[in-house]
């Protein structure tokens, strides 16, 4: 609970568009997409059918000064060994703002006959309870799952869609904004105790976010 706590407290981030500047105003909607675009990192090849998995997402330069930084909390459940579907539903206070966070996709599982190292997902998630803006992404990826010693990999790329509406205030944002935002992911895990502790980041040509987290497999 204390590490729950300490991780929906971690963030940095904007959600606010009071700085006016234009750059700025696509940087808050660019970035927050992007932070949406993270999916869990469930092995296909475990057995365990329940994981949830807090962490933290950063960018890895700094926008006006700070590196922006983004907490992350996913559930994920295998229905079949060949599917599980995938969950975000929290909530942090940040400043002025309480941004509202929930989403839900599915992961596929394929490959040969007994092992199944690909996977695909689709996530949908609204970020809500802004005050200047509401978002929805819609996350497309493929990752290929490899092992090396006592490090699982996830290697891939997405894609994400998203649509943005601004509110009426005291700021020059754009009525809605839309966009798409291609990547290249890497995750890494390792076991330790009873936990797997993972990295790892998205690239795009524009920026570039690493994130860090703790997996629980629950049974």
Known sequence: MMMLTCILHSQSAEFRFDNGDDGF?????????????????????TSNRVILQPGFSSSLTRLWGEYWTYPNLDIGIKVTRNLAVTGKLFGFSTGKESPQILG????????????LDWSTSIQRVDLKGLNHFRLTSLTLDIR????????????????????????SGNHNAPAAMEGQINFIGVDAL?????????A????????????????????
């Open 25 to 45: 105003v696509r940087s808050v909607v660019n970035r927050s997409a992007f932070w949406l675009s993270d999916s869990p990192a469930m092995n296909p090849t």
């Open 104 to 115: 839900a996709g599915f992961q596929y599982y394929f490959g040969g006959t007994d092992t």
């Open 144 to 167: 290929k799952w490899i092992s090396w010693k006592f490090i699982h990999f996830r290697l891939g790329m997405g894609s994400n869609f998203f649509k943005e509406v601004s509110y």
């Open 190 to 198: 390792m076991r330790y105790t009873i936990v797997n502790i993972g």
């Open 200 to 219: 790892g980041t998205r690239i795009h040509p524009g920026w570039t976010m690493v994130t860090f987290f703790i997996q629980k497999e629950l049974f």
